[in-house]
């Protein structure tokens, strides 16, 4: 239950990232989560579904959030900069483009 809360607070950071917002319980998304925990609590009760089930899925979900994240702020960082020319690249990479043949005619 303790790795579950954990990943439940990783969840709400993110969300929190992605909404920018203080309160989350007015976000639907967050809301949708949060009773999943809720419903998929270890209880006495016999359950058809794995123990650690929701766990997993969470687990994921916070995956693809922070991943999304971070895709966002490389896109950011590097999009603005424009394509390259392929001699700007071969400098870069310390090669020189060759001469061009002219043709003496």
């Given at each position: ?48 579904r794995g123990e650690n089930e929701v766990g997993h899925m969470a687990s994921t979900y916070l995956c ?42």
């Amino acid at each position: 239950m303790a790795a579950s809360k954990e990943v439940f607070r990783q969840l709400s950071k993110e969300m929190k990232f992605i909404y920018k917002t203080n309160k989350l319980q007015e976000v639907p998304a967050y809301a949708y989560v949060e009773n999943l925990f809720r419903r998929f609590q270890v209880t006495g009760e016999k359950e058809c579904r794995g123990e650690n089930e929701v766990g997993h899925m969470a687990s994921t979900y916070l995956c693809l959030l922070h991943s999304n994240r971070k895709y966002e702020e490389l896109n950011t960082l590097y999009k603005g900069k424009g394509e390259r020319s392929i001699e700007s690249s071969a400098r870069t990479v310390g090669l020189a483009m060759p001469h061009e043949y002219e043709d003496p005619k």
